[in-house]
């Protein structure tokens, strides 16, 4: 019998990405592709770019059936509408995402759904269905990258809230930490916690580097101000989750996304801020890397297809 599959889509402000995942959570092998986007990217070019990978996934078929697409976005989104308006890519708001995809797939002879969520559920849907957080039923799937972003589990079903920006942690206030001034509000995670904001506060302090790799090697090389810059990311982080579990008595949070993967001690340094927190059930929130590598937003977007019973209906 021909296998299943799956078209998924993850959009953020570095690069989008498409990929054909089985219903047992495997990419299927040639079917991976991933194209530049950011913040100086022009609506043209992103199309391009979405296009470009969308139709190399679907290229690699085969006798598989698509069964549908997931589509995975940094946000925030307008869930009904299918748009979005990603912070970190300022040429597309309220841009019709779904829409797009959706033309490019019944351009190749397919009608199927699509679904489009905030990158975070499809974050915490990967994490829960084959990652880090199976068997638990309440779950944070965060990612730590350009942007911090966030996914919410409770009782086994997906949060997603009245737009679909539920889980939105990079833009909680965190006291006592000051960041960047990105977005107009420097006491934000993000601000202070992604891997853009973390080497310029690095660099604030004299670190003569300019990315992630970089102040990642000079952490492990012991360099002091490295140090110093990746503790205070993960004090931030730990101060946001212990908040984040106190409101939502979490069982878990696991963490993806390329600055996540800086160093290990990074989860140290989060463990030890939540272990300050006055509650017991919020110190007994566990904190883990994610067990799915640089896969789990694909996988992620795949779930929203293949987990489908677990996400409210669109309204």
């Known amino acids: 019998m021909p296998s299943t599959v799956a078209l998924a889509v993850d959009f953020g402000g570095t690069k989008v990405e498409a990929a054909l995942v089985r219903s047992d959570g495997a ?5 991976r592709l991933r194209a530049a986007t950011g913040r100086s990217a022009e609506v043209a070019e992103l199309e391009a770019s979405v296009t470009s990978v969308v139709r190399f ?3 690699a078929l085969g006798d598989a059936e698509l069964v549908g697409a997931g589509i995975g976005c940094a946000g925030p989104i307008d869930r ?8 970190n890519v300022p040429s597309w708001r309220g841009y019709p995402m779904r829409e797009l ?10 009608e199927v759904p699509v679904t489009l969520e905030m990158d975070g559920v499809a974050i915490v849907l990967a994490e829960h269905w084959v990652g880090a957080a199976q068997g638990y039923s309440n779950v944070m799937g965060m990612v730590v990258s350009t942007g911090v972003g966030g996914g919410l589990i409770a009782n086994d079903r997906v949060i997603t809230g009245r737009t679909g920006n539920a889980g939105h942690i990079g833009h909680v206030e965190v006291a006592g930490i000051v960041g960047e001034t990105t977005f107009g509000n420097p006491n934000v995670l993000e601000a202070m916690a992604s891997g853009p904001h973390t080497v310029a506060f690095a660099r604030s302090q004299g670190f003569a580097g300019s990315t992630g790799e970089d102040l990642a090697a000079a952490y492990a090389a012991g360099d002091l101000v490295a140090r110093a810059a990746v503790e205070r990311t993960g004090r931030a982080l730990g101060q946001a989750i212990g908040s984040a579990s106190a409101l ?24 030890a801020r939540l272990a300050e927190h006055h509650f017991e059930f919020v110190r007994k929130t566990k904190v883990v890397p994610s067990g799915l590598s640089d896969e789990g937003p694909l996988i992620g977007a795949a779930a929203l297809i ?6 409210p209906p669109l309204a």
């Open 27 to 31: 990419l299927v092998e040639g079917s």
């Open 101 to 110: 995809v959706a033309g490019v797939v019944k351009d190749a002879g397919f």
């Open 80 to 87: 009904a509408a299918g748009a979005i308006s990603p912070l």
């Open 57 to 59: 996934a679907l290229a």
């Open 248 to 271: 939502l008595d979490l069982d878990i949070v696991a963490i993806g996304g390329g600055f996540s993967h800086a160093t290990p001690d990074l989860f140290d340094f989060i463990r």
């Open 306 to 311: 293949f987990r489908a019973e677990m996400i």
